[in-house]
């Protein structure tokens, strides 16, 4: 009898064991995965996402989030690789100009439903053509930026420069007067190599001189107009000897360098530069010197002039946890969240400019411009065959920098080319 109990403990125990076991995997089975696709370089640092990730983790411990960081370059194909994988991502993070590809194709969610009137009215409106497709939201803006005009007040004194050029037809003049009194053999530096960033300099001059990229049927109109005023003042600026030649050779990372080096007047770059030129000396030999305006206008054309740069987050159609990715992108851009990054990217929240930490802190010329140049982001054109749109514009476009074709032929090269004629 003895013997028959202690067996029955055995296997009530037993029996007790495996339902524990049966529980703790059905527990573990209930959280939620979310797997995330985000980029390693520009904005936001990857060890910013991880602490954003961790703290909405521990506010919501039924989801895990698995993060992989990627190269820019890397993250347009990882996104459409995506589409057909078991075990896809959750949470994209794309580009600008991806919207129109990724709606036609159906890569992305469309999200309208989601958004609510209070982040209609409180993100900047220049933001939303990040995300926006014939009037559809494929997720929301992240990362607001624009290229700006860049300034080394060191040198502009010592040519006598007393006031900050507002114009392109200025910012030559001026570049002309450093050049000639010998302190800069080529003050200007410019993102114009055979990449996207000389697509991006492109837009802010094609905004500039009042031109598009494309007419309202979706042909390309920038061959003419505004579009050829642009890029014969980005030849001119070189055949003067003002801009630096070696721009058609520089991406982004290489004008940073060259303006931190103190060997540039005039810089166009992203709001990143403004932190590691002005306020790094690890980065920069020029730290407190660096001003930042809107990029210029061009008169009787505009005022000022931008190119949106921001980026979006948005859920592929192929995710199973739509809802949960969701609530972490909204976690993400929150006004709560991106208030206390400010450090790496400037707010998207239209009330975060009115923050006195923000506008009188270290960052605050930067988000002074980005406050005025937020309101006109200059859109590249909504194209599903971008890459394509993109691709023949810089090849042409650098034909033209490097003397080898008249603008005019460029443009007309590009176009035809786009549109298969």
């Keep these: 009898m003895t013997q028959y109990r202690s067996k029955k403990r055995f296997f009530l125990a037993c029996a007790s064991l495996l339902a524990l076991q049966i529980g703790l995997a059905e527990a573990a089975s209930a959280n939620t995965v979310l797997h995330g696709l985000f980029m390693s370089q520009a904005g936001y640092s990857e060890a910013d996402v991880r602490a954003m990730t961790a703290a909405y983790v521990k506010m919501h411990p039924d989801v ?66 990040t995300v926006t497709y014939k009037d559809r939201e494929y997720g929301l803006p992240w990362l607001l930026d624009s290229k ?35 302190i800069l053999q080529y003050p200007i530096a410019w993102s114009w190599s055979q990449a996207e960033a000389l697509i991006c300099d492109y837009a802010v001059l094609l905004n500039a001189y009042g031109g598009q990229f494309v007419d309202s049927a979706g042909a390309p109109a920038f ?136 506008m009188n802190g270290p960052l605050g010329p930067m988000a002074k411009a980005m406050e005025t140049t937020q309101t006109q982001l200059f859109p590249r054109p909504f194209v599903p065959n971008y890459p394509q749109f993109s691709a023949a514009l810089q090849t042409n476009i650098q034909q033209s920098l490097l003397g080898k074709a008249e603008p005019a032929a460029a443009l007309k090269a590009a176009a035809d080319t786009i549109t298969g004629d």
């Design 64 to 129: 895990t989030v698995d993060l992989e960081f990627v190269p820019y370059e890397s993250l347009h194909d990882k996104i459409l690789l995506s589409k057909g994988s078991a075990n896809g991502y959750d949470v994209v993070l794309y580009d600008v100009i991806w919207p129109a590809e990724f709606a036609t194709k159906h890569i992305l969610q469309d999200v309208s439903d989601r958004i609510t009137p209070d982040m209609k009215s409180g993100i900047e409106p220049g933001a939303w053509t």
């Design 148 to 182: 700006f005009l860049y300034y080394n007040k060191a040198i502009l004194a010592k040519a006598g420069i007393t006031a900050v050029p507002t114009t392109w037809p200025e910012v030559i003049a001026d570049s002309k007067i450093i050049k000639d009194k010998g």
């Design 223 to 358: 061959q003419t107009g505004g579009g050829l005023d642009a890029l014969t003042f980005m030849v001119d600026s070189l055949k003067s000897g003002v801009s630096n030649p070696h721009s058609t050779e520089y991406l982004e990372e290489d004008v940073r360098r060259v303006f931190s080096a103190g060997q540039a007047a005039f810089a166009l770059n992203w709001s990143y530069m403004w932190a590691l030129a002005n306020n790094n000396p690890k980065e920069s030999k020029i730290v407190g010197q660096v001003g930042v305006e809107p990029a210029p206008g061009v008169p009787g054309k505009s005022t000022i002039s931008s190119v949106n740069g921001a980026m979006g987050l948005g859920i592929p159609t192929a995710s199973k946890n739509a809802a949960a990715a969701w609530d972490y992108i909204t976690y993400l851009t929150s006004q709560k969240v991106e208030d206390a990054y400010t450090a790496d990217a400037i707010p998207m929240w239209k009330s975060s400019f009115e923050e006195p930490a923000l």
